[in-house]
């Protein structure tokens, strides 16, 4: 990641990566208060494209209102800039990382003079745990580390500090031989994944947390979609972790993760544990339409040229 070849958009221009450097007293990089998104275009049929675009910007926006960021650029602009990291360093398929965060004009929490600063860079990123698990699935466990409370931090904002809670509940399950951490909510109902949304099949039925302290996924929306319109029926509500222990089926979504089964929580398998029917069809249906395979949602991709 630290050196290589491609260029990076820096406040409106393209900048060589190498180049790309903030300096040492940036305050985001102290205090953490910056927002960013995880975007992906694909390798479609009709030519690379962006999934979902404009919500992933749409969702940066509101991250900076709720955190009080004024983004010096419309949403516009920076939709051209993520098509424009994806065509300017001649990538097929990429992994897109819009952020914003406040430079170095000032130090301390008081600071009141802060220029904010977006950045918008692109690089080639496989699966996100591996080929193999988006058939097998993974193994999680549920972490000691509780999500964060509505009234901690905003869990509506995907927001740079946010992640701190993330890294520390997925480092506990890998030290632990797992692959994913599932993190509850302060009353001990699932929350999501440290960078996932989570969803159970019981007897057909699909089942995600309601939005109260996880992030409001585009992944999910697009699967509470393509579930619906496959006439699964959804329902969003408070789910126990005993739940998911007899569950059919779980699995993650996010933009990173794409769909990805899971087959064993807390040493206890979900269900036959393997990739159950239902996952299997809402992952197939969501690569058909990310790959511009499937004339549904054809206006959810952005081509890039
Ligand atoms: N929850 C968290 C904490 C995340 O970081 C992500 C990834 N952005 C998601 C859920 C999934 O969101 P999306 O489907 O928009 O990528």
Sequence with gaps: MADRDGVIWLDGEMVPWREAKVHLLTHTLHYGMG??????????EQGTAIFRLQEHTDRLFNSAKILNMQLPFDKETLNEAQKASVRENGLKSAYIRPMAFFGSEGMGLRADNLQVHVMVAAWEWGAYMGEENLTRGIKI???????HHVNVTMTKAKSN?????SMLALQEAISHGCDEALLLDVDGYVSEGSGENFFMVKDGVLYTPELTSCLDGITRRTI???AKDAGIEVVEKRITRDEVYIADEAFFTGTAAEVTPIRMLDGRAIGAGTRGPVTEQLQSLYFDIVHGRSPAHMDWLTPVA
């Design 35 to 44: 927002v960013f998104e995880g975007v992906r275009a694909y390798d479609a």
């Design 141 to 147: 466990a549920t972490s000691s580390y509780t999500r």
């Design 161 to 165: 500090g946010q992640y701190m809670n």
């Design 224 to 226: 509470m979609q393509l």
